[in-house]
């Protein structure tokens, strides 16, 4: 379960997320819930490679993307920030037109780490990308 608290809005992320490469490459969020948090990007010039599918690069910048922002919703943000760590992903199936979905689910919260799942699926909900995300939790400075 994320924790997230109930005054998490999408439209709060979406403001968090303005003037930032998300929002450049049009990514979108969609769903926030106790259990995942749900972000969607196109598939169009700003995300494909030159043969007209998705580039790995884009499918990675979607899973840090959702995958980075559920983990900061988990946290006391006035004390804490997660941080990226490490990305690795497996690019299973190309996507050249419509949407791509990343879903993002934690497999461990821990004080100093948390490491997340994310499924990148197509509009027929077919697997195009899987991601695991660690995310290093740290203690703000003040």
């Not at 930032?20 to 010039?45: C, Q, R």
């Not at 509009?123 to 400075?141: F, G, H, W």
Request: proline share 3%.
């Amino acid at each position: 379960m994320l924790n997230i608290t109930p005054e998490v809005t999408l439209e709060a992320i979406h403001l968090r997320n303005a003037n930032t490469m998300s929002e450049w490459l049009g990514i979108e969020f969609i769903e926030v819930n106790t259990n995942y948090l749900l972000a969607k990007m196109p598939v169009d010039h700003r995300t494909t490679q030159p043969l007209g599918v998705v580039n790995g690069g884009a499918f990675c910048a979607l899973a840090e993307t959702v995958g980075s922002m559920a983990a900061n919703l988990c946290i006391d943000r006035t004390k804490f920030v997660a941080l990226g760590l490490d990305i690795n992903a497996n690019h299973i199936r190309s996507a050249n037109k419509g949407w791509v979905y990343g879903k993002a689910i934690p497999l461990h919260l821990g004080k100093t780490t948390q490491v997340w799942e994310i499924k990148i699926t197509d509009d027929d909900n077919k697997l195009c990308c899987i991601s695991r995300l660690t995310m290093s939790v740290v203690e703000i400075r003040k």
